[in-house]
């Protein structure tokens, strides 16, 4: 049994320009240790279905709907003192800002403990020996001095292996790290994917890493599910979506990436115009519009995630898997 | 050899903090630029690199005269720009332009396209309203716009349009330079590509000379000629592009490649990574002798402790320049 399985996942919110259909049918399993990486671009819905996931969309204006499978238990009907004790314990999220994500008003031993209190029952001194433990496991020096630290006397780079701490305290069986680098720089990102891949290692921790620098991808997933407007529109193993992708955006995607080691003299390829609005969706594939391989039926119906070639590769995108000839002719 | 178009030296740039003296001076300074040195020839292209706080984008506001240097020259074709008086400038901001990182703070939301592309023209007295309007057209189209969108405000585009606007905004007095400030860095990667295949089409249509801010090293490389690297307001490796690439020679540049990702699994799984230990010191307390030395991997090569008490000079050597006491 996977360790989560997600189906037809729907989240809508009600605005005054419409029904924006943030995240529209998703549908994964993960299991046990996996690094899942979810990629698209921003409004592709990545970051609403991880919140999706730990039941964390307002409502109103927020209407969620499909099945969340965790650990042999579904979760999304689940009342909210029950989901609390998920959260946080089993299921832990890492968040993309550093900053905004820690309460200012309270020093990082406060955070810190607060959540062994709460789901271990521990008293407050073994909380704090065991948070400082977890400070010195993400490699942060003097883990004492900085559990009487405030957020702000800290930088972005210490701030996020604090979040990762305490993300860790429960050592929980799945984690969720949406952007967990996007906010710091180069040097400072090689050094916390390197101890997340560490503490994964460790712990058998199932990742599930939103982001959408390909780059990341490529070293830290296993498997690799590309998301456009609300919809994965392809999945698979990292390796297989990174030499053969099959579905025309994951094929913009990764040539529209400038590389270290790409040719400088001629243009990077792009696509062309830019996401639909969630508001106003065309009514077949949401890529139709930019889509260089377009064809009639793209854009009356929704394409569906099928499989192809092997179990673990699914693609939303029936020109693509016709065989070429028919490709070439159109 | 020519005049280069710009000739930057020994810029520097410090900022005041903290409590004040009786007489309402400074005791502690910033310093956010601390001694860079660079040209860029007529049609040339320089992309400044480095990682947040390293002084990268004070220093290109302090070329384009929005700050003032502490102390240092920068010459447009021989003209010493850092003691112009505000009319004296006039001239030369017509010539040199700047686009800046983010396309939705950077444009008045309360301004037609039409208004944004013709207040430029306007001031820098390029034609009667009608010449104008034209003039804006052609703007448009140059950046990949419709025309027709003219009378459209900010709001009703995407951020990737915004930053082509933006871009039409400075081509509007025909520059010679433009100062780019991290123009992709907020952009979406399909849309980050056309910005930079526009950006490198522009250069070749009006002959233009970028001076390229950016952390993203791999768009750096796309658009380029020279690449600078600096750390901690100064520069510690400047070379042509591919040198750069191929043999980087500073050991922070090295540690700066290494630690971009690649999007590739394999190249990514197998290849060794220098992972730098620490953070960026803060530049109100920078570290004695060179700046990298408490982050730096190759620190033990070096004899004695000279990184630590001495601070290494920018030595030209050829095509390249590097600041390091290795040999």
Redesign the interface.
């Known amino acids: 049994m996977p360790l989560l399985s997600v189906k037809d996942l729907a989240v809508r919110f009600e605005t005054h320009d419409g029904i924006v259909r943030a995240v529209d049918g998703v549908s994964f399993e993960m299991e046990e240790g996996e690094t899942l990486g979810l990629v698209g671009?921003?409004g592709s819905g990545k970051s609403v279905t991880n919140l999706a996931l730990l039941g964390l969309i307002p409502s109103p204006p927020g209407v969620m709907s499909g099945v969340v499978n965790f650990d042999g238990q579904e979760i999304t009907k689940l009342p909210e003192p029950d989901l609390r004790k998920i959260r946080g314990n089993r299921i832990a999220m890492i968040f993309q800002d550093p900053m905004t994500s820690l309460n200012p008003l309270l020093t990082i031993g406060r955070q810190l403990t607060e959540v062994l209190e709460l789901h271990k029952g521990m008293g407050y001194s073994q909380a704090l020996r065991q948070s400082a433990a977890a400070l010195g496991e993400v490699g942060l020096a003097e883990p004492e001095k900085r559990l009487a630290q405030y957020p702000h006397e800290l930088?972005g780079?210490?701030r996020q292996r604090v979040m990762i701490a305490m993300g860790l305290l429960c050592e929980p069986r799945l984690l969720l790290a949406d952007e967990p680098t996007t906010a710091l720089?180069?040097?400072?990102?090689?050094?916390i994917?390197?101890l997340m891949a560490a503490v994964q290692k460790q712990h058998g921790t199932a990742i599930i890493l939103v982001t959408?620098?390909?780059?990341?991808?490529?070293?830290s997933a296993d498997r690799v599910a590309v998301m456009y407007a609300g919809r994965i529109v392809e999945e698979g193993p990292?390796?297989d979506i990174?030499n053969s992708p099959v579905h025309p955006y994951t094929k913009?995607?990764?040539s529209?990436?400038?590389?270290?080691?790409?040719d400088?003299s001629c243009?990077?390829?792009?696509?062309?115009g830019?996401?639909p609005d969630l508001a106003e969706m065309p009514p077949g594939c949401a890529f139709a519009p930019r889509c260089k391989k377009v064809q009639k039926e793209c854009l009356l119906t929704q394409p569906d995630l099928v499989s192809s070639g092997s179990p673990q590769r699914r693609h939303a995108c029936p020109i693509a898997s016709l065989p070429a000839s028919r490709e070439a002719n159109s | 050899m020519s005049q280069p178009l710009l000739k930057v030296q020994d810029l520097t740039k410090h900022f005041p903090v903290g409590p004040r003296t009786i007489l309402g001076k400074a005791e502690q300074f910033l310093r956010a630029v601390d001694g860079v040195s660079f040209q860029i020839e007529k049609g040339g292209s320089l992309g400044l690199v480095g990682e947040s706080g390293c002084g990268k984008s004070t220093c290109a506001r302090t070329i384009v005269g929005l700050h003032p240097a502490t102390s240092g020259s920068v010459r447009y074709e021989g003209v010493e720009l850092t003691s112009l008086s505000r009319q004296g400038w006039a001239p030369y901001r017509r010539k040199i332009q700047m686009i800046f990182q983010d396309p939705y703070a950077s444009l008045d939301p309360r301004q037609t396209v039409a208004q944004i592309l013709d207040e430029p023209l306007k001031l820098f007295g390029l034609g009667r309203p009608r010449e104008r309007r034209l003039r804006v057209l052609a703007l448009l189209e140059a950046v990949g716009l419709n025309p027709r969108h003219v009378q459209r405000y900010p709001h009703e585009f995407s951020g990737g349009q915004r930053q082509r606007i933006g871009i039409a905004r400075a081509l509007a007095g025909e520059p010679d330079l433009i100062v780019c400030d991290e123009p992709v860095s907020a952009l979406d990667v399909s849309i980050q590509a056309q910005i930079v295949n526009l950006l490198g089409e522009l250069r070749e249509r009006f002959d233009l000379a970028y001076l390229f801010i950016a952390h993203d090293l791999a768009v750096v490389r796309h658009l380029c000629d020279r690449i600078a690297v600096m750390y901690l307001g100064r520069l510690v490796e400047e070379a042509q592009r591919d040198e750069l690439f191929k043999n980087p020679s500073h050991p922070y540049t090295k540690a700066l490649l290494s630690a971009v990702p690649y999007p590739d699994p394999e190249v990514e799984r197998t290849r060794e990574r220098i992972v730098l230990g620490g953070d960026v010191p803060s530049p109100l307390t920078p570290p004695s002798g060179c700046p990298f030395h408490p982050r730096c991997h190759q620190v033990g090569e070096v004899s004695g402790d000279r990184c630590s008490r001495e601070v290494p000079a920018l030595v030209h050597e050829g095509q390249r320049s590097r600041a390091c006491h290795l040999d």
């Open positions: 671009e921003s930088s780079g210490m720089d180069v040097t400072i990102q090689a050094q994917l390197e959408h620098d390909l780059g990341v991808v490529a070293g990292t390796q990174f913009g995607l990764l529209s990436v400038p590389r270290l080691d790409s400088t243009e990077l390829s792009s696509i062309p830019s996401p």
